[in-house]
């Protein structure tokens, strides 16, 4: 194999390294934006005497910002990692 076959085949490889973590970021990102819908969409119309949230739906909206905040600091891992080991030791 020639050097200029492996120089191809690192560039493919880190295409798509960098093509599954964009895929992998959006998937997160976009199930958190269907969760916050579904957490706070519009409440369909109800009676005057009997429109109570569900202790369901307030148990999720308090669950998902905990979700979010775990999220968000798993994607960015490898940005603040660094900085709190360089700082811890």
């Known amino acids: ?13 880190a295409l798509t390294t960098a093509g599954t973590v964009a895929a992998t970021i959006f998937c997160c990102l976009a199930l958190l934006a269907y ?12 009676a005057a005497d009997s429109c109570d949230v569900a ?10 910002p905990v979700v979010t905040v775990a999220v968000v600091a798993l994607l960015t891992a ?6 709190l080991i360089y700082w811890t030791l």
């Open 55 to 64: 202790s369901s739906v307030r148990r999720r909206r308090i669950v998902l």
């Open 78 to 83: 490898s940005w603040w990692a660094n900085w």
């Open 35 to 46: 969760s916050f819908y579904q957490a706070y969409r519009p409440a369909p119309a109800c």
């Open 1 to 13: 194999m020639s050097t200029n076959s492996g120089a191809k085949w690192t560039e493919v490889g």
